[in-house]
Structure formats: C-alpha cells, structure tokens
C-alpha cells in the first residue's frame, strides 16, 4: 500500500540526528556511532536517502559501491570507498515500526536497483538481520554461502545472514 505523504528523499548532514534516533529504535542491537552513519553518507551520497512520513523522519537507507564477497565491519568507519568496488552494498534500511507496510521499502530498493544498474553493478548485497530475509527474498535477494564471511556474521548475530541480487546484464 502506498499512501500520500510518503517521501524518500537525499539524506544531509542536518539529517544525522534523526538517522541516529531511528537507528537506536530499529537497531537497539546493531549499534552504531553517529560518527560512523554520518561517514557513509559523506562518502556516497547517491546512496543515501530519508523517509519522511508526513515531513517527518520516519526511516533511512545507508548504500554504497562495495566488494562482493566481504563486508564492512559492524560500526567501524570505511575510510574510502574501496577502489575496483564491484558490487553494490545496502548497509543499513532502517523503518520506524509507523512507516511500515506502506510500500516505502519496496520503493527504495526498487530506486536502489535501477541506480546499481545504471553504475555497471552486477550485483547488489547485503545482511539481512532482524527476520528481514523473507523481505529481502521477495526483492530478488538470495542468502549467498561464503564462509569466510561467518565470523563477520556473527558479529551481527546468529540470524544473520549475506545476501545477493544478480542485476541482469
């Protein structure tokens, strides 16, 4: 269901602190420092967006150009974008519990997709946490075996789980 009011658009620096008051909500056991969101969006903007409910933040997506086959570390800064990125990366689609089922997700993965595909991406990955991986599935997403990612996983929890999309070609 899409309703009227629902808006996804380029996050800001004005914007970090709602990010951070979301991220607390949504992710309680994920924690990350506001210096470590606020990085991300600084280093690829294009992959960065508010949901406002309403004019009001209600959501974020953090993304960004990244190596298939590894993983950020769990609130620690990048540093650069890696260079040879190959693979297009959903840090973080966090959703206040009043902005869900009303499409917004689906619209930003949706955007997210057609803007890998613009960039040349073959893929798209993520980790999926919190009972997300059916979501995810319904997106095209498939939970991807790489063992020597499970150490990395698990400092998410044990749910945790990689995830790809093949972008078609």
């Given at each position: 269901?899409?309703?009227?009011?629902?808006?996804?658009?380029?996050?800001?620096?004005?914007?970090?602190?709602?990010?951070?008051?979301?991220?607390?909500?949504?992710?309680?056991?994920?924690?990350?420092?506001?210096?470590?969101?606020?990085?991300?969006?600084?280093?690829?903007?294009?992959?960065?967006?508010?949901?406002?409910?309403?004019?009001?933040?209600?959501?974020?997506?953090?993304?960004?150009?990244?190596?298939?086959?590894?993983?950020?570390?769990?609130?620690?800064?990048?540093g650069?974008?890696?260079?040879?990125?190959?693979?297009?990366?959903?840090?973080?689609?966090?959703?206040?519990?009043?902005?869900?089922?009303?499409?917004?997700?689906?619209?930003?993965?949706?955007?997210?997709?057609?803007?890998?595909?613009?960039?040349?991406?073959?893929?798209?990955?993520?980790?999926?946490?919190?009972?997300?991986?059916?979501f995810?599935?319904?997106?095209?997403?498939?939970?991807?075996?790489?063992?020597?990612?499970?150490?990395?996983l698990?400092?998410?929890?044990?749910?945790?789980?990689?995830?790809?999309?093949?972008?078609?070609?």
């Amino acid at each position: 269901m899409n309703l009227s009011g629902v808006t996804w658009r380029a996050l800001t620096g004005y914007d970090l602190p709602a990010v951070d008051k979301i991220a607390e909500t949504v992710h309680p056991d994920f924690f990350e420092t506001s210096d470590v969101l606020a990085e991300r969006q600084r280093l690829y903007r294009n992959g960065c967006y508010l949901l406002e409910l309403g004019e009001r933040p209600a959501g974020y997506v953090l993304s960004h150009p990244w190596r298939y086959g590894s993983l950020p570390a769990l609130n620690a800064p990048l540093g650069a974008i890696p260079e040879g990125a190959d693979t297009y990366y959903i840090h973080d689609l966090a959703l206040l519990p009043v902005a869900r089922r009303v499409g917004a997700a689906t619209r930003i993965v949706r955007a997210l997709t057609k803007h890998a595909d613009a960039e040349g991406y073959q893929t798209m990955t993520l980790v999926a946490v919190n009972g997300s991986i059916p979501f995810w599935e319904k997106h095209g997403f498939v939970v991807a075996d790489v063992p020597e990612l499970y150490g990395k996983l698990l400092s998410y929890d044990e749910t945790a789980r990689y995830m790809v999309k093949h972008l078609p070609r």
